[in-house]
């Protein structure tokens, strides 16, 4: 297994599988991974596209089930929760980014943090208090009216990590979030959620193509038709 430094897990797999299809049109997604990772560190797993980052992701969130092997979260087997338990722990405890960043045209850009806040059972008040305060962190606040199709990619990618940590949860799970960005966009962005590990003691996950921003990770997986790489 390869082990973090730190002894707190937030998640662990072992030996865990995932295959989609049978027979001829059986797919290898993923084949015997095993993995630790813990609070306080940015996780940055690092394979080309169809190399099974996102699937690894799915997996790790609960929104898919292994085909073999063992995958802990938060110190229990994810298969002993129940799916209400599942989707408290995505609402309340986890953050999400995607490389499309999945925000909601109809609502505004602080509606779009602030529901996050609402899932997670506070107020509509609180969660627009705490929502502007978010984007205030971002240097975003004078987009809190806008609507998500005005903004520009590197805005939208500020909105996406506001949003992705607005329950102050302890994993974020991001899936090539610099995809879609420049250089120097995608740097800023790693370097905020860098800052929210090391400042927050959280745990981050980041699954990337790009070998520029290793540099921001504590550790580096490399992954490659669904297998981790020694």
């Not at 797999?13 to 630790?36: P, R």
């Not at 209400?84 to 999945?102: C, M, N, P, V």
């Not at 997986?221 to 981790?228: F, S, W």
């Amino acid at each position: 297994m390869i082990k973090s430094e730190d002894s707190t897990s937030v998640v662990r797999l072992s030996n865990v599988s995932k295959i989609f299809g049978a027979n001829e049109n059986k797919t290898v997604a993923l084949q015997n991974v095993s993995l630790d990772a813990s609070s306080g560190e940015l996780l940055l797993v690092l394979g080309p596209s169809g190399s099974g980052k996102t699937t690894l992701l799915t997996l790790i969130a609960g929104l898919l089930k292994s085909t073999s092997g063992t995958i802990s979260l938060f110190g229990k087997n994810i298969e002993s929760y129940s799916a209400k338990e599942l989707q408290q722990i995505r609402a309340k405890r986890i953050g999400f980014i995607f490389q499309t960043f999945l925000l909601i045209d109809s609502l505004t850009v602080q509606e779009n943090v602030g529901v996050v806040l609402r899932f997670a059972g506070e107020t509509k008040k609180e969660a627009n208090r705490q929502a502007l305060l978010l984007l205030e962190q971002f240097h975003v606040e004078h987009l809190a009216k806008k609507f998500p199709r005005t903004l520009s990619q590197g805005e939208k990618q500020r909105v996406a990590v506001a949003r992705a940590i607005a329950n102050e949860g302890d994993l974020i799970i991001a899936d090539e979030p610099t995809g879609c960005l420049e250089s120097r966009q995608g740097f800023e962005i790693i370097q905020l959620l860098k800052s929210y590990s090391r400042d927050q003691n959280r745990c981050v996950i980041v699954a990337s193509h790009d070998l520029r921003i290793g540099e921001f990770a504590k550790r580096i997986l490399r992954i490659e038709d669904g297998m981790l790489l020694s």
